[in-house]
């Protein structure tokens, strides 16, 4: 099982990135695919998550109405669309999965079975 993460980088605040996650090694029923982002001397948080499967989404608070996830399975991508970038948003952001029936539960609890090695984002001006 690998997952790779691409499309970090610097970016001014307002402005947009994609992140993009390659998933390999595996097939992706009862697969839950998110980002998790850590800043440093913060606590690592998952901030979007969503079902292979059925397509059911989660987002944090502090990225509902911002970011969007999206997924496809003919490419085993999953997508991080981010809009509105905040200074707060500056972190390394990494893909995780979560595997099983209860895929979308076990990620939403940080039960992650798989990460990438991540890809920094910077908003700065």
């Known amino acids: 099982v690998q997952l790779v993460e691409s499309g970090g980088g610097l970016v001014q605040p307002g402005g947009s990135l994609t992140l993009s996650c390659a998933a390999s090694?595996?097939?992706?029923?009862?697969?839950?695919i998110g980002w998790f982002r850590q800043a440093p001397g913060k606590e690592r948080e998952g901030i979007s998550c969503?079902?292979?499967?059925?397509?059911?989404?989660y987002y944090a608070d502090s990225v509902q109405g911002r970011f969007t996830i999206s997924r496809d399975r003919a490419k085993n991508m999953v997508y991080l669309q981010m809009n509105n970038l905040e200074s707060e948003d500056t972190a390394v952001y990494y893909c995780?999965?979560?595997?099983?029936?209860?895929?979308?539960?076990?990620?939403?609890?940080?039960?992650?079975?798989?990460w990438g090695q991540g890809t920094q984002v910077t908003v700065s001006s």
């Open positions: 995780a999965s979560s595997h099983g029936l209860g895929s979308f539960n076990f990620w939403r609890a940080g039960a992650v079975d798989h």
């Open positions: 090694g595996f097939t992706l029923d009862y697969y839950t």
């Open positions: 969503v079902n292979m499967s059925d397509g059911d989404t």
